[in-house]
Protein backbone atom coordinates (compact mmCIF):
# COMPACT_ATOMS: atom_id res chain seq x y z
CA UNK A 1 0.00 0.00 0.00
CA UNK A 2 1.16 3.72 -0.73
CA UNK A 3 0.31 4.83 2.71
CA UNK A 4 2.62 2.63 4.54
CA UNK A 5 6.13 4.63 4.27
CA UNK A 6 4.39 7.14 5.26
CA UNK A 7 2.62 5.23 8.25
CA UNK A 8 5.61 3.71 9.18
CA UNK A 9 7.39 7.39 9.37
CA UNK A 10 4.82 8.73 11.57
CA UNK A 11 5.43 5.56 14.19
CA UNK A 12 8.93 6.10 14.12
CA UNK A 13 8.74 10.05 15.00
CA UNK A 14 6.03 8.83 17.81
CA UNK A 15 8.12 6.47 19.05
CA UNK A 16 10.63 8.71 19.53
CA UNK A 17 8.57 11.90 20.61
CA UNK A 18 5.62 10.58 21.97
CA UNK A 19 2.50 11.41 19.60
CA UNK A 20 1.69 14.97 21.40
CA UNK A 21 4.31 17.02 18.71
CA UNK A 22 2.85 14.62 16.07
CA UNK A 23 -0.55 15.50 17.16
CA UNK A 24 0.03 18.77 17.15
CA UNK A 25 1.94 18.93 13.38
CA UNK A 26 -0.76 16.78 11.48
CA UNK A 27 -3.75 18.87 13.22
CA UNK A 28 -1.48 22.18 11.54
CA UNK A 29 -0.99 20.07 8.03
CA UNK A 30 -4.52 19.29 7.46
CA UNK A 31 -5.22 22.87 8.40
CA UNK A 32 -2.61 24.34 6.33
CA UNK A 33 -3.56 22.04 3.37
CA UNK A 34 -7.09 22.19 3.21
CA UNK A 35 -6.80 25.91 3.33
CA UNK A 36 -4.46 26.33 0.55
CA UNK A 37 -6.65 23.92 -1.38
CA UNK A 38 -9.88 25.92 -0.96
CA UNK A 39 -7.31 29.51 -2.08
CA UNK A 40 -5.81 27.82 -5.02
CA UNK A 41 -9.37 26.30 -6.18
CA UNK A 42 -10.91 29.31 -6.10
CA UNK A 43 -8.00 32.00 -7.67
CA UNK A 44 -6.51 28.99 -9.76
CA UNK A 45 -6.37 31.43 -12.87
CA UNK A 46 -6.51 34.92 -11.44
CA UNK A 47 -3.95 34.20 -9.11
CA UNK A 48 -0.72 35.58 -9.23
CA UNK A 49 2.07 32.43 -9.73
CA UNK A 50 4.32 34.93 -6.71
CA UNK A 51 1.52 33.87 -4.10
CA UNK A 52 0.94 30.52 -5.44
CA UNK A 53 4.64 29.83 -4.94
CA UNK A 54 4.61 31.48 -1.48
CA UNK A 55 2.31 29.17 -0.65
CA UNK A 56 3.25 26.29 -1.67
CA UNK A 57 6.96 26.99 0.02
CA UNK A 58 5.07 26.84 3.26
CA UNK A 59 3.04 24.10 2.73
CA UNK A 60 6.11 21.65 1.70
CA UNK A 61 7.82 21.85 4.81
CA UNK A 62 4.93 20.74 6.68
CA UNK A 63 4.38 18.32 4.03
CA UNK A 64 7.89 16.62 5.04
CA UNK A 65 7.21 17.02 9.01
CA UNK A 66 4.40 14.65 8.82
CA UNK A 67 5.89 12.04 6.03
CA UNK A 68 4.02 13.37 3.08
CA UNK A 69 6.96 13.62 0.95
CA UNK A 70 5.88 12.50 -2.61
CA UNK A 71 3.44 15.73 -1.84
CA UNK A 72 6.30 17.30 -1.00
CA UNK A 73 8.10 17.20 -3.86
CA UNK A 74 4.57 17.88 -6.18
CA UNK A 75 4.55 21.46 -3.95
CA UNK A 76 8.40 22.33 -4.59
CA UNK A 77 7.63 21.50 -8.36
CA UNK A 78 5.28 24.50 -7.98
CA UNK A 79 7.61 26.60 -5.97
CA UNK A 80 10.15 26.26 -8.50
CA UNK A 81 7.84 26.90 -11.50
CA UNK A 82 8.30 30.04 -13.77
CA UNK A 83 5.20 29.93 -15.61
CA UNK A 84 1.58 28.81 -14.92
CA UNK A 85 1.05 26.48 -17.33
CA UNK A 86 -0.13 23.12 -16.39
CA UNK A 87 -0.36 24.29 -12.99
CA UNK A 88 -4.19 23.29 -13.64
CA UNK A 89 -2.04 19.35 -13.41
CA UNK A 90 -0.45 19.86 -10.62
CA UNK A 91 -3.23 21.28 -8.42
CA UNK A 92 -4.89 17.66 -9.33
CA UNK A 93 -2.02 15.68 -8.45
CA UNK A 94 -2.19 17.58 -5.39
CA UNK A 95 -5.31 16.86 -4.37
CA UNK A 96 -4.99 13.24 -5.15
CA UNK A 97 -1.56 13.18 -2.86
CA UNK A 98 -3.53 15.40 0.16
CA UNK A 99 -6.53 12.48 0.02
CA UNK A 100 -3.68 10.01 0.25
CA UNK A 101 -1.82 11.89 2.95
CA UNK A 102 -4.94 12.21 4.41
CA UNK A 103 -6.10 8.19 4.80
CA UNK A 104 -2.55 7.14 6.07
CA UNK A 105 -2.50 9.64 8.58
CA UNK A 106 -6.32 8.63 9.53
CA UNK A 107 -4.72 5.08 10.00
CA UNK A 108 -2.10 6.05 11.61
CA UNK A 109 -4.30 7.81 14.75
CA UNK A 110 -6.53 4.66 14.87
CA UNK A 111 -3.99 2.35 15.24
CA UNK A 112 -1.91 4.71 17.52
CA UNK A 113 -4.98 5.11 19.52
CA UNK A 114 -5.28 1.29 19.78
CA UNK A 115 -1.85 0.47 20.50
CA UNK A 116 -2.29 3.08 23.89
CA UNK A 117 -5.97 1.75 24.97
CA UNK A 118 -4.45 -1.38 24.83
CA UNK A 119 -1.09 -0.02 27.08
CA UNK B 1 18.93 31.08 30.26
CA UNK B 2 17.78 34.22 28.57
CA UNK B 3 15.04 33.79 25.79
CA UNK B 4 14.95 32.15 22.74
CA UNK B 5 12.69 33.35 19.86
CA UNK B 6 11.47 31.32 17.75
CA UNK B 7 10.90 33.61 14.07
CA UNK B 8 8.92 31.60 11.38
CA UNK B 9 5.36 32.09 9.75
CA UNK B 10 4.81 28.36 9.31
CA UNK B 11 3.35 27.24 12.48
CA UNK B 12 4.45 23.42 11.75
CA UNK B 13 7.74 24.48 12.00
CA UNK B 14 7.59 26.83 15.02
CA UNK B 15 5.84 23.53 16.54
CA UNK B 16 8.93 21.10 16.19
CA UNK B 17 11.59 23.92 17.21
CA UNK B 18 10.00 24.48 20.53
CA UNK B 19 9.82 21.10 21.21
CA UNK B 20 13.28 21.30 20.63
CA UNK B 21 14.22 23.64 22.55
CA UNK B 22 11.74 23.34 25.50
CA UNK B 23 13.92 20.73 27.65
CA UNK B 24 16.59 23.83 27.50
CA UNK B 25 14.49 26.73 28.62
CA UNK B 26 10.72 27.66 29.17
CA UNK B 27 11.94 31.40 28.11
CA UNK B 28 10.22 30.85 24.43
CA UNK B 29 9.05 33.36 22.74
CA UNK B 30 7.29 32.61 18.80
CA UNK B 31 6.93 34.81 16.53
CA UNK B 32 5.07 34.78 13.23
CA UNK B 33 6.60 37.36 11.00
CA UNK B 34 10.03 39.69 11.05
CA UNK B 35 8.31 42.92 12.28
CA UNK B 36 7.40 41.58 14.82
CA UNK B 37 10.51 39.39 16.06
CA UNK B 38 12.12 42.73 15.59
CA UNK B 39 10.03 44.17 18.36
CA UNK B 40 10.80 41.22 20.62
CA UNK B 41 14.59 41.49 19.87
CA UNK B 42 14.64 45.04 20.34
CA UNK B 43 12.59 44.58 24.10
CA UNK B 44 14.13 41.48 24.87
CA UNK B 45 17.35 40.89 23.07
CA UNK B 46 16.84 37.01 23.34
CA UNK B 47 19.82 35.11 24.27
CA UNK B 48 19.34 33.01 20.92
CA UNK B 49 17.19 33.23 17.53
CA UNK B 50 15.58 30.38 15.22
CA UNK B 51 15.30 31.99 12.71
CA UNK B 52 13.07 31.23 9.23
CA UNK B 53 14.71 32.96 6.28
CA UNK B 54 12.40 33.29 3.31
CA UNK B 55 9.29 34.88 5.03
CA UNK B 56 6.36 36.72 4.30
CA UNK B 57 6.68 40.81 4.77
CA UNK B 58 10.18 40.75 6.08
CA UNK B 59 12.82 37.90 4.76
CA UNK B 60 15.34 36.75 7.82
CA UNK B 61 18.13 38.68 6.35
CA UNK B 62 15.62 42.21 6.13
CA UNK B 63 14.62 41.55 9.88
CA UNK B 64 18.61 41.37 10.61
CA UNK B 65 19.41 44.67 8.70
CA UNK B 66 16.57 46.38 9.83
CA UNK B 67 17.56 45.19 14.00
CA UNK B 68 20.86 46.08 13.20
CA UNK B 69 19.68 49.28 12.46
CA UNK B 70 16.96 50.17 14.93
CA UNK B 71 19.86 49.02 17.98
CA UNK B 72 22.50 51.38 16.20
CA UNK B 73 19.21 54.08 17.19
CA UNK B 74 18.38 53.16 20.22
CA UNK B 75 22.16 53.22 21.26
CA UNK B 76 22.93 56.11 20.02
CA UNK B 77 20.37 57.37 21.90
CA UNK B 78 21.12 55.79 25.27
CA UNK B 79 24.51 54.42 25.18
CA UNK B 80 23.52 52.34 28.62
CA UNK B 81 21.74 49.97 26.49
CA UNK B 82 24.81 48.70 25.01
CA UNK B 83 25.24 45.19 24.70
CA UNK B 84 28.41 43.43 24.07
CA UNK B 85 27.16 40.00 23.70
CA UNK B 86 25.87 39.23 20.45
CA UNK B 87 22.66 37.34 19.86
CA UNK B 88 23.08 33.80 18.55
CA UNK B 89 20.94 32.78 15.51
CA UNK B 90 20.68 29.39 13.98
CA UNK B 91 19.04 29.62 10.31
CA UNK B 92 16.07 27.17 9.76
CA UNK B 93 15.22 27.24 6.31
CA UNK B 94 14.08 25.30 3.47
CA UNK B 95 16.03 27.08 1.56
CA UNK B 96 19.91 25.49 0.49
CA UNK B 97 22.99 26.92 3.14
CA UNK B 98 24.96 27.65 -0.43
CA UNK B 99 21.96 30.05 -1.61
CA UNK B 100 21.40 31.92 1.49
CA UNK B 101 23.30 35.13 1.80
CA UNK B 102 24.01 36.09 5.37
CA UNK B 103 24.33 39.85 6.13
CA UNK B 104 27.12 40.42 8.04
CA UNK B 105 25.96 42.30 11.55
CA UNK B 106 27.75 44.11 14.41
CA UNK B 107 24.55 42.26 16.56
CA UNK B 108 24.27 38.90 15.33
CA UNK B 109 26.14 36.19 15.00
CA UNK B 110 25.05 32.94 12.63
CA UNK B 111 25.89 29.83 14.67
CA UNK B 112 24.62 27.00 12.63
CA UNK B 113 22.07 25.99 9.99
CA UNK B 114 18.91 23.85 10.61
CA UNK B 115 17.44 22.60 6.76
CA UNK B 116 13.76 21.98 7.31
CA UNK B 117 14.27 19.45 4.51
CA UNK B 118 15.68 17.07 7.13
CA UNK B 119 13.42 14.56 8.91
CA UNK B 120 12.32 15.64 12.09
CA UNK B 121 14.41 13.90 14.49
CA UNK B 122 17.27 15.54 12.46
CA UNK B 123 16.01 18.97 12.93
CA UNK B 124 15.00 18.54 16.72
CA UNK B 125 18.41 16.79 17.10
CA UNK B 126 20.53 19.14 15.74
CA UNK B 127 18.59 22.12 17.59
CA UNK B 128 19.29 20.40 20.84
CA UNK B 129 23.14 19.51 20.22
CA UNK B 130 23.70 23.49 19.60
CA UNK B 131 22.04 23.84 23.09
CA UNK B 132 23.97 21.72 25.03
CA UNK B 133 26.90 23.92 23.10
CA UNK B 134 25.38 26.98 24.55
CA UNK B 135 24.60 26.22 28.26
Do not use: C
Amino acid sequence: MEYQPQIKYLDKIEEMYGNELLIDILGIFQKQVADALILWKRHASSQGLADLKESAHKLKSSARSVGAFALADVLQKIENRTSTEGLSKDFLNIEKLYMESLTAINEWIQKSQLRRDGS
Amino acid sequence: MREILIVDDNEASRRIARYAVSKETSKIIESDDGDKAVEVILNEVPKLIILDWKMPKLNGDEMITLSDEMLKQIRHLDPSRMNKEKMDVILYSSEKLQDIVIPRSPNFRFVSYVSKEWPIETQVRKIKSILRQKR
